[in-house]
T-cell receptor, first 113, second 114 residues
């Protein structure tokens, strides 16, 4: 099992749709969770951090489920400009006790008119 | 521009040659990370520094890979005896503090090994 798993998609949705992505992680001791957005041939950029109590930023809502070891991202009222790859990042504990930032492979979202 | 910068942006080299990439982080950031990204995959962690100290290097892909950050400012990533499988985008990121802090990425160096 991969340490951090995401469905690569693509998720193909019409403008205005609501879409949700999940990201599962393997180690229950993981800390600090994030969603990044990566446009084609560009560097990743932070979309939002994921807090234990869940958090919302405009049309975006992120949640953490520690019991089931996954984080989620919900996008409401999708815009054409939301088309991108969404990467989850989990700080995983590795042997020796260090934490390292571990990215999923990303989920591709395509929003069409 | 006060963002993370990387040089060169593109590098084409022949198999067996050594290459070195440079990363200049955001000036007040004490953490610096190196990643490799291949098509269809997320960034793969390689190593990171806190100031000049390299805190984790177990994920460097082989002993051909090494990184330095001698004065706690810019960093270099060197690949010796390049192989075709080293072809990828090499990304650098910096952050203000520990792993709970947002990372800011540079535009990357695209390496092609022929």
């Amino acid at each position: 099992r991969k340490e951090v798993e995401q469905d690569p998609g693509p998720f193909n949705v019409p403008e205005g749709a609501t879409v949700a992505f999940n990201c599962t992680y393997s180690n229950s001791a993981s800390q600090s969770f994030f969603w990044y957005r990566q446009d084609c041939r560009k560097e990743p950029k932070l979309l939002m951090s994921v807090y234990s109590s869940g958090n919302e930023d405009g049309r975006f809502t992120a949640q953490l489920n520690r019991a089931s070891q996954y984080i989620s991202l919900l996008i409401r009222d999708s815009k054409l400009s939301d088309s991108a790859t969404y990467l989850c990042v989990v700080n995983l504990i590795i042997s020796g006790g260090s934490y390292i930032p571990t990215f999923g492979r990303g989920t591709s979202l395509i929003v069409h008119p | 521009d006060t963002g993370v910068s990387q040089n060169p942006r593109h590098k084409i080299t022949k198999r067996g040659q050594n290459v070195t990439f440079r990363c200049d982080p955001i000036s007040e950031h004490n953490r610096l990370y190196w990643y490799r990204q291949t098509l269809g995959q997320g960034p793969e962690f390689l190593t990171y520094f806190q100031n000049e100290a390299q805190l984790e290097k177990s994920r460097l892909l082989s002993d051909r890979f090494s990184a330095e950050r001698p004065k706690g400012s810019f960093s270099t990533l060197e690949i010796q005896r390049t192989e075709q499988g080293d072809s990828a985008m090499y990304l650098c990121a910096s952050s203000l503090g520990g792993l709970a802090y947002e990372q800011y990425f540079g535009p990357g160096t695209r390496l092609t090994v022929t």
